[in-house]
């Protein structure tokens, strides 16, 4: 849609990579559907990545014939597309569920099997409310506390709000708790040695609530904070990436959590299993991703595209189309191998080599 609003013929505008499946020709363009399901491709007349170089009166409507400008807006345009769609899709979700907001009130939503919160019958929907008679609203307030007091005993006063036994006038003994206004107060002794990934009581807290507000509001409060999960999904693969480049370059290892097409295939099918809803936010983080992937300033990415559009900028010269082509070329060989080497850690993920 850019490139055609710029004035650039668009030749092909393809589903997945060849060989191609179907074509059809509409408007002077041919809309494909390919065998190879790892994405799309816009090509573009005179696009020098496709090679050769347009002359005459043709040069007008090719992709070199336009403005800086004009190319940039058309490099740009997927890029951009592939984040909005993240943040349509996580604005649909919140519209759906609700919106999450911060809260003084720290509560329980998960319990290790085997942990001392499961052994001592702390339930999930627990609500915090002091540690040590200290009033907790928090959650770094919490683990602080917690952790200095690791293989010592420590008290909880625990809000619950159904199948409470102290609302049923109960006055403690059982699993080692008490009464105390109506709430539950435990006595248990946080692990010194938790297994990874636990905590000493083996708890997961949260200080965040869903919240939904009359249907009107809620497309505007989900556009909202479906920009924000975008913004940090970004911002996370970002930080994905500085990593996953530092173990590549500097320890030749590819990151165990990072996932290919196979890995992403696998995910899709567990995440199918959860609902729609779950869905649409896995749709959402890939577009993200794809986003942040697409602008990296490396060849046969559009962000490799960025950089010969600014070389064209500061040196008031055009690069070569011929070694354009040949830099995307080397660009799309080395991105080949990667996708190699990350298929061949997702399929030993899958085998648990």
């Known amino acids: 849609m850019a490139a055609k609003k710029a004035g650039i013929k668009v030749e092909e505008f393809g589903f997945g990579y060849p060989p191609r499946i179907w074509a059809k020709k509409i408007g002077g363009t041919e809309y494909s559907i390919n065998a190879i399901p790892f994405g799309g491709f816009v090509r573009l007349f005179g696009d020098p990545a496709e090679g050769g170089t347009i002359k005459g009166k043709d040069f007008k409507r090719s992709f070199l014939g336009k403005s800086k400008k004009a190319r940039t807006v058309v490099i740009l345009a997927g890029v951009v597309s592939n984040f909005l769609l993240g943040v349509l899709v996580f604005s649909v979700v919140y519209s759906s569920t609700g919106i999450p907001q911060k809260t003084k009130n720290v509560k329980i939503i998960g319990i290790a099997s085997g942990s001392p919160a499961d052994k001592f019958g702390l339930k999930e929907g627990d609500e915090v409310l002091a540690v040590d008679d200290k009033k907790i609203t928090e959650l770094a307030e919490f683990t602080k506390l917690i952790s200095g007091k690791k ?148 060849p046969a990415l559009d962000g490799g595209r960025l950089v010969f559009v600014g070389y064209e900028l500061i040196f008031r010269r055009r690069p070569k189309p011929q070694v354009e082509r040949w830099i995307n070329t080397a660009g799309m060989a080395i991105l080949i191998v990667l996708l190699i080497l990350v298929t061949i850690n997702d399929v030993k993920r899958m085998l648990g080599v």
């Open 151 to 298: 293989g010592k005993e420590v008290k909880l006063l625990i809000r619950r709000e159904a199948n409470n036994p102290c609302q049923e006038k109960v006055l403690g003994g059982g699993k080692g708790f008490s009464c105390q206004d109506g709430n539950l107060l435990f006595w248990l002794v946080p692990r010194e040695a938790p297994p990874e990934g636990e905590g000493p009581l083996g708890v997961v807290v949260s200080n965040i609530e869903i919240v939904k507000y009359p249907f009107w509001q809620m497309p505007f409060r989900g556009a909202v904070e479906g920009v924000k999960e975008a913004f940090a999904w970004g911002w996370m693969i970002v930080v994905s990436l500085k990593k996953m480049v530092g173990d590549l370059v500097f320890q030749g290892v590819v990151p165990k959590d990072v996932a290919g097409p196979v890995g992403i295939f696998q995910a899709t099918g567990m995440v199918a299993k959860t609902g729609i809803l779950n869905i649409l936010q896995f749709l959402g983080i890939l577009s993200v991703n794809l986003a942040i992937l697409n602008v990296l300033p490396l």
